[in-house]
């Protein structure tokens, strides 16, 4: 079982919609959530990170945190053709420990 | 601007020689690690150092693989020996408030 499992798309989503990004983790240790955003051929970007269970608003973008089932998931409302990456999921067990990521969901905002 | 720079952005080896990635953090961090990620995978673990110190290792860190922080600042990635499966974009990454910040990355070909 991979510790940080996300479905790899593609995932399209016409422009304006909401995209519903969905992440689980096998470690239920972990503390210290994240979602990066990766254009094609760029660096990771972190965009939203998330502690605790809830939600987490920033801007239009909204993070999930689940702890008892394990689950994270990220929110884009009012997708826009330039949110068209692979969104990557991590999970850490907090303080500066090392980050575990997913293989990414590859977004497509469709115009 | 990152406040990661790393050198080269893009480097083509023949398989069987050395080479060596360097990444210079813009100010002072204590913990600088280093990942590898290959097409549609998420970034892997390599290593990480606390100032100067190599505090842990992944096992895919194989006895090919160096990597040095001799003052503390910045650091350095070598790889001996070069095979195709090295081929990977090759992050460097600080802890900030929130997350990682990741440097662009060098993106290695071996031929």
């Known amino acids: 079982q991979k510790e940080v499992e996300q479905n790899s798309g593609p995932l399209s989503v016409p422009e304006g919609a909401i995209a519903s990004l969905n992440c689980t983790y096998s470690d239920r240790g972990s503390q210290s959530f994240f979602w990066y955003r990766q254009y094609s051929g760029k660096s990771p970007e972190l965009i939203m990170s998330i502690y605790s269970n809830g939600d987490k608003e920033d801007g239009r973008f909204t993070a999930q945190l689940n702890k008892a089932s394990q689950y994270v998931s990220l929110l884009i409302r009012d997708s826009q053709p330039s949110d068209s990456a692979t969104y990557l999921c991590a999970v850490s067990s907090g303080g500066y420990q090392k980050v575990t990521f997913g293989i990414g969901t590859k977004l497509q905002v469709i115009p | ?111």
């Open chain 2, 1 to 111: 601007d990152t406040g990661v720079s790393q050198d080269p952005r893009h480097k083509i080896t023949k398989r069987g020689q050395n080479v060596t990635f360097r990444c210079d953090p813009i100010s002072e961090h204590n913990r600088l690690y280093w990942y590898r990620q290959t097409l549609g995978q998420g970034p892997e673990f390599l290593t990480y150092f606390q100032n100067e110190a190599q505090l842990e290792k992944s096992r895919l860190l194989s006895d090919r693989f160096s990597a040095e922080r001799p003052k503390g600042s910045f650091s350095t990635l070598e790889i001996q020996r070069t095979e195709q499966g090295d081929s990977a974009m090759y992050l460097c990454a600080l802890t900030g408030a929130q997350g990682y910040t990741f440097g662009s990355g060098t993106r290695l070909t071996v031929v």
